[in-house]
């Protein structure tokens, strides 16, 4: 497979107030991989997420998806004083870059949530026909006047192809919040895949299952990045499911990236032990 | 299949209700109380639906009903007065400044759409904050506007703070039925449309919605404009209805009518709202009257409680009770339909069943 760049994080720092909550972070993805990011808690982690969606706009750096930049941003007004991170004026000159996170995922990133963030008054299928929203050519007359009835015929159809794929087609009808925890993270993930990605972020999609259901996303993971033609980026902490199907670890220490590298050189970087998985030795 | 025999259903339904109007109309004097809660049960119910297309559906809690609904209402009334009785309306400003009048249907829609370009101008600051802080704001646009259109230097337009009259008004009681039907029917299909899912969504989650390609700005937008399309619409309505109109009527007490109908109906609700429309114009108008008597007597007993105003009591206990027992509205989010009412049944009928089966069993 020829290294093509889906993803570079070049120099980005997020600085609330006076806390430094990513430091100077480089990251590259490239087309598909499964690439981790693990780090103990409060490590920033979520926020580097946060700053690829572009729910917050960094305080300095760029990123760029498919080479092409797509956020970019440099210490202003009040942060000109209070900035305490590196490389200050590397990107003064240029214009900020800050698009919404909607514009985010047109470009074909997409993402989901730490917390599950399903509609909570939707049913399995709605949930999942939403998220089709975003690749529509009607507009709203031809919406309500029901001109588009192709699209929405193929929107449909879509979703059911979704859901089968999740294997979530017997509670289609059902409450999305009705659902068991495991069972939502699946769903959680058909709604991202609806908005057709190329690239898919997840935010601890294990958190909170057991050993059973981990082996299982494990493998829906891997199943669906073949199907689907993706590039994964993922937070986790089950260490068994990152070590298993990472091709490429990344390990972030109080916003800093202190590692990089493939499940053995994680295992035995030193510095990722002291500040990961030495804790767990002392103990 | 199965949906289709729904739709013949639910025309024949409403054929069967403008037929029933179209009978009663006949049979009926004109000046029935009964009409007078009809039409203006239409007119409320289309404003209580575009309400809650943006509070229920969207979840955007606005409270500039009745501002949209005056910019509706005096456009319309400006638009049709008659070019004759111009001089004798506008007597203070030498016949106003316009000298023209439209069709009544084009009046309607201009309302509407003055009411829109307000809202979309109103939408772009206003649609950043949230919640209350929304809330609040709209409020404080609709009682603006109020003030702007007594002004005295807008008289030749607005007629200053003097009453606007002699512009068309119903000829029939089927009028305002229709003219709410169809848009209520619009407000359904976009609701059903997948713009209205996107709605719901942004109402769920906000952040989810986002992260899921919607664009906030531009959906809030559309909501915030659609609604107040409409509200404008019900507003030129409400001006034919009441035959004469002036900028006071239109007070916050007036949206907050609308909201307790919202409520009441269930928040997401659109038949909810329907209902909840003409019962509460029932209550507060008609059926609650015989309560302001104060020469009641229920055989030689006096009921001296009973007094001018008395019934205003008695409807704010309803108002209360409902909420409490009812506490999602009385459809909650539910939509009435033929079938739920069979179900309904249904389900009771099979529940007496079972227990005297039980029992017989025994």
Known sequence: ?283 | MKKQTKTILNVGLIAALLLLLFILEQIIPSSSMLFMVLKKGAIYALVAVSMNLLNGFTGLFSLGQAGFMLLGAYTYAILTIPVESRDSVYQYFDGGIIQFSIPVPLALIAGGIVAAVFAFLIGLPVLRLKSDYLAIATLGFAEIIRAVFQWDKLGPLTNGSNLLRNFPTFQSVLYPFIVAGICIGLIVLLINSTYGRAFKAIRDDEIAAEAMGINLAHHKQLAFVISSFFAGISGGLLAMYQTTIQASMFKSAMTYEILLIVVIGGIGSVTGSCIGSFLFIACSEWWLRFLDNSNLYIGDFHLSFMRPGFRKVVFSLMIMAIVLFYRKGLMGDREFSVEGVRRFFQKRFKKKQAVEGGSSHE
């Open chain 1, 1 to 283: 497979m020829s290294k093509e760049n889906v993803l570079k994080v070049e120099n980005v720092t997020m600085q609330f107030g006076g806390v430094i909550a990513v430091d100077n972070l480089n990251l590259e993805v490239n087309k598909g991989e499964i690439i981790s990011l693990i780090g103990p808690n409060g490590a920033g982690k979520t926020t580097a997420f946060n700053v690829i969606t572009g729910v917050y706009a960094p305080t300095n750096g760029a990123v760029y998806y498919k080479g092409k930049k797509i956020i970019e941003n440099h210490p202003q007004g009040k942060m000109k004083k209070l900035y305490r991170g590196e490389n200050p004026v590397m990107y003064t000159g240029h214009k900020a870059l800050a698009p919404t996170p909607d514009k985010i995922t047109a470009l074909g990133i997409a993402r989901t949530f730490q917390n599950i963030r399903l509609f909570k008054s939707q049913t399995v299928f709605e949930n999942i026909l939403i998220a089709k929203h975003l690749r529509r050519t009607s507009n709203v007359f031809t919406a309500t006047f029901r001109l588009n009835a192709k699209e929405e015929a193929r929107m449909r159809e879509e979703a059911e192809e979704l859901l089968k794929i999740v294997d979530l087609t017997d509670v289609r009808d059902e409450l999305a919040t009705s659902l068991p925890y495991g069972k939502q993270r699946h769903l959680e993930i058909a709604r991202a895949l609806a908005t057709q990605p190329e690239l898919l972020l997840l935010d601890e999609p294990a958190a909170g299952m057991n050993p059973q259901e981990t082996l299982e996303l494990t493998e829906f993971i891997g199943r669906i990045r073949d199907e689907f033609g993706l590039t994964i980026f993922m937070i986790e902490h089950h260490m068994d499911l990152v070590m298993e199907i990472s091709d490429r670890i990344y390990v972030l220490d109080f916003g800093k990236s202190i590692a990089e590298g493939n499940s053995e050189e994680i295992r035995s970087n030193p510095r990722v032990i002291e500040a990961y998985l030495g804790g767990a030795q002392d103990e």
